[in-house]
């Protein structure tokens, strides 16, 4: 299963509801997706959930790890899409 | 412990044995005082979102000296980008508090220290850069509160300190030991003084060797034997002992001054960061005022609410859609982000001292504070204008409440039939505490005078605005040869 660790920016003035966000990819990817702490060693992706364009977080400490950034609830919504789809090719892989 | 969790922080200022006084009488458990308390819960939140993962990016930093996580109040700035998440932090713990919270002046009171004791060990062999990097380290281990007190009652203010008729209105030393240093004076207005754990005290005023007694800089626990502490009045602040929890505005935080007094003080030797240095005091009241116009980016933050507050009343009365009005929010949100160009811009433009930390741009540091004197009390005025005279002229909650009064206190203030009327009140009275009540201190007059009045700012814009240099540019465009 894919390990996904959660980094958010520093919320100063996001435009979005950051935490309400990350409950929702949670939720719609349970099962499918195992959230742990960005610094867990096997992670395998960070997703730094930002709360606007400047997207400042402080990513220095995840280098050579695959990072993908979303800006707002639109890009959260396509992430989910994302890991959906790439399971359903990894499923029908399996199948052929 | 590298950082306290925010129930942490109040267990260890109930340690604390402050001496302090409001109303006339002692104050014996400061932190639960209801007046007081809401300070307290407001430094809290400092503590508190340092541990929450959807901050931590901006409340949290590495130290540059344990390599430890810290929170970023006990920090020394190691680049640019330390200023900004610090201007980002004043505007997110000014959103969630609605109110000065306090922890910034000890964060400006460090850094400022961290450049002034290396300069003057440069020049003389006094060692107090050392002995304030071990200071720092004890500050950061214990992710302590600090108060940064730098002004003082200063008497005449005509006279220098040693012409005062009154020797005490500069804080100064009185004695000499050879432990360390006896100092007697007081520090006025001075924000969050009793939610802290250390004074860290600082000169007022550039100083000349006439002045040297004064020219003093060091650091105490805050219940150091000898320090008293009177609170300042704010206004309606006795509203928080009425119970009920409509007509205090801000139901869960606020701010606080005090005047801190220093009756024949005893600090050791490994405290004290400047002995009589008289021609370093301007620099570091220079680089505090700096970093602490900086921190005004708190106000942006409250002008966050206050906004919100003000469109929120526009609905609740009905008028959201008026042009008028809408002008008016529009207006108040460029008055504000308008604050927040320049707390970011001084802090993009930062620079590197020789001790290694990052210091502000000067100029932009006082253009956005002498901003910071007039935007909020035009935001204020605008909030004011939307919300209606009613936010001064409502009852209370208990005529709210009354069996006798209710039933017409709710029938006349309403306005939408899909609007309750306690929540039309309990937004008016946010208002009110913004513009003229308890947190008006902090939104308003602070914004007036704390980190130096308008004519300070004034001062420091003149000598940095490099005149010569835009004479140069016109005289070339037009041709002028001389």
């Known amino acids: 299963m894919l390990r996904v660790g959660v980094k958010y920016c520093g919320g100063c003035n996001p435009e979005y509801d950051r935490v309400a966000l990350v409950e929702q990819i949670k939720e719609r990817l349970e099962g499918k997706v195992s959230f742990v702490l960005p610094e867990s060693e096997d992670v395998d992706i960070i997703l730094v959930v930002c709360g606007c364009k400047t997207a400042c977080a402080d990513l220095s400490s995840f280098r050579g790890i695959k990072i993908r950034a979303v800006t707002n609830r639109e890009e959260g919504k396509k992430f989910i899409r994302e890991i959906i789809e790439r399971e359903v090719q990894i499923n029908a892989k399996a199948e052929k | 412990m590298a950082m306290m969790t925010a129930e942490q922080y109040e267990e260890s200022l109930e340690k604390l044995n402050l001496v302090v006084y409001m109303f006339g009488e002692r104050v014996e458990d400061v932190v639960g005082n209801p007046i007081i308390r809401p300070s307290m819960k407001a430094v809290a939140k400092t503590y508190e979102l340092a541990h929450r993962s959807e901050y931590e990016d901006i409340m949290t930093v590495v130290s540059h000296i344990s390599g430890k996580k810290i929170n970023r109040f006990t920090h020394i700035h190691q680049g640019t980008r330390d200023l900004l998440k610090k201007s980002k932090m004043g505007r997110l713990l000014g959103r969630e508090t609605g109110c000065c919270f306090q922890r910034c002046v000890g964060m400006d009171a460090l850094n400022a220290l961290s450049i002034v004791t290396f300069d003057i060990d440069a020049k003389y062999p006094t060692g107090y850069y050392k002995r304030f990097l071990k200071y720092l380290e004890y500050v950061q281990e214990n992710d302590l509160t600090c108060d940064g007190a730098m002004t003082d009652p200063k008497g005449d203010r005509g006279l220098?300190?040693?012409?005062?008729?009154?020797?005490?209105?500069?804080?100064?030393?009185?004695?000499?030991?050879?432990?360390g240093i006896?100092?007697?004076?007081?520090?006025?207005?001075?924000?969050?003084?009793?939610?802290?754990?250390?004074?860290?005290?600082?000169?007022?005023l550039s100083m000349r060797k006439e002045d040297e007694d004064y020219a003093?800089?060091?650091?105490?626990?805050?219940?150091?034997?000898?320090?008293?502490?009177?609170?300042?009045?704010?206004?309606?602040?006795?509203?928080?002992?009425?119970?009920?929890?409509?007509?205090?505005?801000?139901?869960m935080f606020g701010g606080h001054?005090?005047?801190?007094?220093?009756?024949?003080?005893?600090?050791?030797?490994?405290?004290v960061f400047m002995y009589k240095e008289y021609d370093f005091a301007g620099q570091l009241v220079e680089d505090f005022a700096s970093y602490h116009r900086q921190s005004y980016a708190c106000k942006v933050g409250v002008g966050d609410v206050l906004i919100g507050a003000a469109q929120t009343a526009a609905e609740y009365?009905?008028?959201?859609?008026?042009?008028?009005?809408?002008?008016?929010?529009?207006?108040?949100?460029?008055?504000?982000?308008?604050?927040?160009?320049?707390?970011?811009?001084?802090?993009?433009?930062?620079?590197?001292?020789?001790?290694?930390?990052?210091?502000?741009?000067?100029?932009?540091?006082?253009?956005?504070?002498?901003?910071?004197?007039r935007f909020p009390y035009e935001m204020a005025r605008l909030a004011q204008d939307i919300a209606g005279g009613l936010m001064v002229t409502l009852p209370s909650e208990k005529d709210f409440r009354s069996p006798e009064t209710a039933k017409w206190v709710e029938k006349y203030f309403k306005a939408r039939p899909d609007v309750s009327t306690e929540n039309r009140m309990r937004i008016l009275r946010l208002i009110e505490n913004i513009t003229l009540g308890t947190a008006a201190v902090g939104y308003l007059t602070e914004s007036m005078h704390g980190a130096g009045s308008p004519q300070a700012q004034r001062i420091m814009i003149s000598r940095r605005a490099n005149l010569p240099e835009k004479q140069r540019a016109a005289k070339k465009l037009c041709g002028i040869e001389e």
């Not at chain 2, 309606?236 to 505005?249: F, I, Y």
Request: charged share 25%; with cysteine; proline share 5%.
């Open chain 2, 160 to 179: 220098p300190p040693h012409k005062q008729p009154d020797p005490d209105h500069f804080l100064r030393v009185v004695k000499e030991r050879k432990d």
């Open chain 2, 317 to 373: 009365n009905g008028v959201a859609r008026a042009s008028h009005i809408k002008d008016k929010i529009i207006e108040m949100n460029h008055l504000n982000e308008t604050l927040y160009c320049g707390c970011i811009a001084c802090a993009s433009e930062g620079h590197k001292e020789p001790s290694g930390t990052y210091c502000v741009n000067t100029l932009l540091a006082n253009v956005h504070k002498q901003n910071v004197t």
């Open chain 2, 216 to 251: 003093v800089s060091f650091a105490l626990p805050s219940d150091a034997e000898g320090i008293t502490y009177i609170m300042g009045r704010q206004s309606c602040d006795t509203r928080k002992l009425e119970g009920g929890n409509m007509d205090q505005g801000n139901l």
């Open chain 2, 257 to 271: 001054e005090a005047l801190v007094v220093f009756d024949d003080v005893f600090v050791p030797w490994d405290r």
């Open chain 2, 182 to 204: 006896v100092v007697r004076g007081a520090k006025a207005h001075q924000t969050g003084a009793v939610n802290s754990h250390e004074v860290i005290v600082m000169p007022t």
